[in-house]
């Protein structure tokens, strides 16, 4: 069976100590068995934050990592870097990356390859925007974005990614997809991971919803045969919001 898992994105908000301060509120709380829970901070934040969630089974993670190991890559943060404050997963190819720092397809696959030499697991975003929704393109965009990324990992690699998709015309709009459209992109999703790797990778890997998630929509989403998580940005920067998600997961 697949462990449901709720990841929040706190995309470039909250300073080193404000963000301990959400954990220090969240604890013991956002911890209920046969959920996973992940907090994904901005890097300035990931040393306190992984301090402070010892000893707690919330998993800490990164939004973003560099696909080359070290070099001269200015302003950069590499997968080794990651893994040795203790960070667990990694987001790669967030739909903002894609649009405002240029992250294509084979960058993204890099970034995924990076990932697993470091010991970390990535999070990894797909989806249509508006017009291409409107165009019916979404399931072929989600299907290009998927061979892209997992390309030239082993069927065990693919079996252990997580999967996000998120139409990128609900990302911090207020607007979410059904859960039943939700539901039928993200079965098409797992077809492809099939196609590619196999029965038991496509049931294996985890397949997250993210757009506008809010704790009065999450469990509608999970309780989808194909939705095993949802990755959440706005509602997961406030302590009872972020316990609420994890609570309607279970
Ligand atoms: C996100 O940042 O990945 C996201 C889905 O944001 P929001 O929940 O605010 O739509």
């Given at each position: 069976m697949r462990k449901p898992i709720i990841a929040g994105?706190?995309?470039?908000?909250?300073t080193s100590s404000e963000a301990v301060s959400f954990l220090a509120e969240v604890k013991?709380?956002?911890?209920?068995?046969g959920v996973e829970s992940v907090i994904c901070a901005p890097f300035t934040a990931l040393p306190s934050l992984v301090k402070a969630a010892e000893g707690t089974t919330i998993a800490i993670g990164a939004q973003n990592v560099h696909?080359?190991?070290?070099?001269?890559?200015?302003g950069e943060i590499s997968g080794g870097m990651l893994k040795e404050l203790g960070v667990k997963y990694v987001i790669v190819g967030h739909s903002e990356r894609r649009a405002y720092?240029?992250?294509?397809d084979e960058i993204v696959n890099k970034k995924v390859h990076a990932a697993f030499r470091h010991g970390l697991t990535p999070i990894v975003c797909v989806g249509e925007k508006l017009e291409e929704r409107e165009a019916g393109q979404t399931k072929e965009v989600c299907r290009v974005q998927t061979e892209g990324a997992l390309q030239g990992l082993s069927a065990a690699q693919a079996a252990e990614v997580v999967i996000a998709y998120e139409p990128i015309w609900a990302i911090g709009t207020g607007k979410s997809s059904t859960a039943a459209d939700a539901e039928d992109v993200i079965a098409y999703i797992r077809s492809v991971v099939k196609d590619l790797f196999g029965q038991s990778t496509a049931d294996a890997i985890r397949i997250q919803y993210g757009g506008s998630v809010k704790p009065a929509n999450v469990a509608e989403y999970l309780g989808q045969p194909n939705i095993d998580g949802a990755l959440v940005g706005?509602?997961?920067?406030e302590p009872a919001s972020y316990v609420q998600l994890i609570e309607g997961a279970k």
């Open positions: 994105n706190w995309k470039m908000f909250k013991g709380k956002a911890e209920i068995d696909y080359e190991d070290s070099g001269a890559y200015t720092f240029g992250e294509t706005g509602a997961s920067l």
